[in-house]
């Protein structure tokens, strides 16, 4: 069964705290992962697609990298604005399933 | 461009009642896809339609539940008769490719 694990499960930074979420991924074929970020009362908002291993992408204080087994997101400098939950997931069968990891909900602390 | 629109944002219902969850998708996003996220637990795929066709709905619970999508537009999602455990976040998501999903706000299911 395909299965997207995501640590840790909280995370609680100062302003300015530099960190990195983990996702690791068993996803057969799979064809790319995705990062979500989700605010409270709200839906998943795209942030990052990565294809093949060693891809790097960017968007602010955000960077999302990928290897065979895991994506990490990295988080620069963050501000109390970047509190929210970061969802990891994987796509597979022809991009129409995807399968989510639980999430890192993110505080950051002024 | 509007976004992806769901109905209603919060329902409560006893148990055994029927409730059924709407969604509006982007226009002219053919593949419509429903996820469920129970308590504590990962967000769940629950069926892709293209167009009107359901194109995969492996992740359907039991058939106590049905969607449809009429006319290749919007789409609704009937819970009869519900059970505690189908309480959770019900979001829909739309796309133009495969993949390239908008989530809407989400439909917060409470069966009591």
């Known amino acids: 069964e395909d299965q997207v694990t995501q640590s840790p499960e909280a995370l609680r930074l100062q302003e300015g705290e530099s960190s990195s979420l983990n996702c690791s991924y068993t996803v057969s074929g799979l064809r790319g992962l995705f990062w979500y970020r989700q605010d409270p009362g709200k839906g998943p908002e795209f942030l990052f697609t990565?294809?093949?291993a060693g891809e790097e992408k960017e968007k602010e204080r955000l960077k999302a990298t990928l290897t065979k087994k895991e994506s990490f997101l990295h988080i620069t400098a963050p501000k109390p604005e970047d509190s929210a939950t970061y969802l990891c997931?994987?796509?597979?069968?022809?991009?129409?399933?995807?399968?989510f990891g639980i999430g890192t909900k993110l505080q950051v602390i002024p | 461009e509007a976004g992806v629109t769901q109905f209603p944002s919060h329902s409560v219902i006893e148990k055994g009642q029927t409730v059924t969850l709407r969604c509006d998708p982007i226009s002219g996003h053919d593949n419509l896809y429903w996820y469920r996220r129970v308590m504590g637990k990962e967000i769940k795929f629950l069926l892709h339609?293209?167009?009107?066709?359901?194109?995969?709905e492996s992740g359907m619970p039991n058939n106590r539940f049905l969607a449809e999508r009429t006319g290749g537009t919007y789409s609704t999602l009937k819970v009869q008769p519900a059970e505690l455990e189908d309480s959770g976040v019900y979001f829909c998501?739309?796309?133009?490719?495969?993949?390239?999903?908008?989530f809407g706000s989400g439909t917060r299911l409470t069966v009591v």
């Open positions: 339609f293209v167009k009107e066709s359901k194109q995969d």
């Open positions: 990565l294809y093949s």
């Open positions: 998501a739309s796309s133009q490719v495969p993949g390239g999903y908008t």
């Open positions: 997931a994987g796509i597979s069968g022809g991009y129409q399933k995807v399968t």
